[in-house]
Nanobody, 119 residues
Framework: QVQLVESGSVQAGGSLRLSCAAS????????MGWFRQAPGKEREFVAF???????TYYADSVKGRFTISRDDKNTVYLQMNSLKPEDTAVYYC???????????????WGQGTQVTVSS
């Protein structure tokens, strides 16, 4: 089970933080990722963090603006700064990749949360 918290609407240039708490079948920390899907588009990779938090990866479109982090349990955060209208999408968190981390092949998915950035 993956529970997403936080959604919202902000103006361009604003910030928003998404949280995702994952409750998986194991008690160990899991690798997790963030994806997003805009209307009429495919779900795309946003950011990834490994089980320890020691490795992170970002899509080029968000690099330098978004930061993925995690606490010592299975809660992952996505801090989004300098938001642009093109960041508008439904954001999903996912846990336990079963394919390459940048593909939407994960065992567990959150329900999705709408982020709207107005110009």
């Amino acid at each position: 089970q993956v529970q997403l918290v936080e959604s919202g609407s902000v103006q361009a240039g604003g910030s928003l933080r998404l949280s995702c708490a994952a409750s998986t079948r194991t008690s160990s920390s899991e690798a997790m990722g963030w994806f997003r899907q805009a209307p009429g588009k495919e779900r795309e990779f946003v950011a990834f963090i490994n089980w320890s938090g020691g490795s992170t990866y970002y899509a080029d479109s968000v690099k330098g603006r978004f930061t993925i982090s995690r606490d010592d349990k299975n809660t992952v955060y996505l801090q989004m700064n300098s938001l642009k209208p093109e960041d508008t999408a439904v954001y999903y968190c996912a846990a336990v990749p079963i394919g390459p981390y940048y593909t939407p092949e994960y065992r567990y998915w959150g329900q999705g949360t709408q982020v709207t950035v107005s110009s």
